[in-house]
């Protein structure tokens, strides 16, 4: 069903990669952006642009106008750029959440997929984690506290009324996410740390990927669904360093790194089976291999 979809955060790099996706598919797509001058990727995938902030309920509504699906990839977080923060990217999902549902319902916008994340908090090391995995964060670190605004705006989605998607993405890396390039940069001059003792685990999805499921989750929309979208095979964190520094020459990086996530093992079964979809990047192997 080709249909009207508006896209907030329709100038970043997940919208990037998605956009394209989805006019090759029919749709009529509305790329949703507080900057126009960074547009020009969405324009040159055939998107239309709307100019409106995620705070301005009235202007939010006017860009939702006409679309009978909304997708909202809306972040604030640290990039290559220097744009974003933490506590900012904390509070668009606190508060943005309801001013986007507020939105859709003025304009009549019958469906949402809203981007979350996996590390929702702590997991006993090693364990592994589902859609039904009961999280409890704290507010003492940044992770925790973007896992209780993550949880916060999950739960003003599924209040909503709307008939909602949620994928609940691995760490994003890929072209464009800043991540990997940083990784094999420090690699290379081998200043490149593990965060703490490198047992961790990290749950990675490869931008490619998280785009090609929200794709599928449009197409097949399995109504009133939470999923988990990561790779096949979570890995500890020594294992993913110890890989990117290989592949430069270079002995297995030290300890002593910051530990800015939690431990978080998530398993991608259920996306698989509801959505038809399989990450093209299975494992870190073939997503980092430079």
Not at 44 to 69: K, P
Not at 87 to 109: F, P, Q, S, T, Y
Not at 116 to 122: D, K, N, R, V
């Amino acid at each position: 069903m080709n249909e009207t979809i508006s896209v907030l955060g329709g100038n970043g790099v997940y919208a990037r990669h998605l956009l394209p996706r989805l006019t090759r598919a029919g749709h009529r797509v509305r790329a949703v952006v507080r900057r126009p001058e960074a547009a020009d990727a969405a324009r040159a995938c055939g998107a239309d642009v709307a100019v409106a902030d995620i705070f301005d309920a009235e202007a939010l509504a006017r860009a939702l106008e006409g679309a009978s699906l909304v997708i909202n990839i809306a972040t604030s977080l640290p990039g290559p750029s220097g744009r974003g923060d933490f506590d900012a990217n904390d509070r668009l999902r606190k508060e943005g959440a309801h001013n986007v549902v507020a939105a859709c319902k003025a304009a009549g916008a019958a469906r949402l997929i809203q981007q979350s994340i996996g590390f929702l908090g702590p997991t006993p090391a090693g364990a592994w984690s589902d859609e039904d995995t009961v999280f409890a964060p704290t507010p003492d670190t940044t992770a925790g506290r973007a896992g209780l605004a993550a949880l916060a705006m999950e739960a003003a989605i599924k209040a909503s009324g709307l008939d909602w998607l949620i994928l609940r993405g691995g760490l994003f890396y890929g072209p464009g996410t800043g991540f990997d390039d940083g990784w094999h940069a420090r690699a290379a001059a081998g200043k490149l740390r593990l965060p703490g003792d490198g047992s961790d685990y990290v749950s990675l999805v490869h931008i490619a990927d998280m785009a090609a499921a929200t794709a599928a989750a449009v197409r097949v929309w399995p109504s009133r669904s939470t999923f988990i979208v990561c790779d096949d095979e979570p890995a500890p964190w020594r294992d993913v360093f110890g890989f990117i520094a290989a592949a430069h020459g270079k002995p297995p990086p030290e300890p002593g790194g910051a530990r800015n996530f939690p431990s978080f093992r998530m398993r991608n079964a259920r996306a698989r089976a509801a959505l038809g979809w399989a990450p093209f990047h299975a494992t870190y192997r073939e997503g980092l291999t430079r």
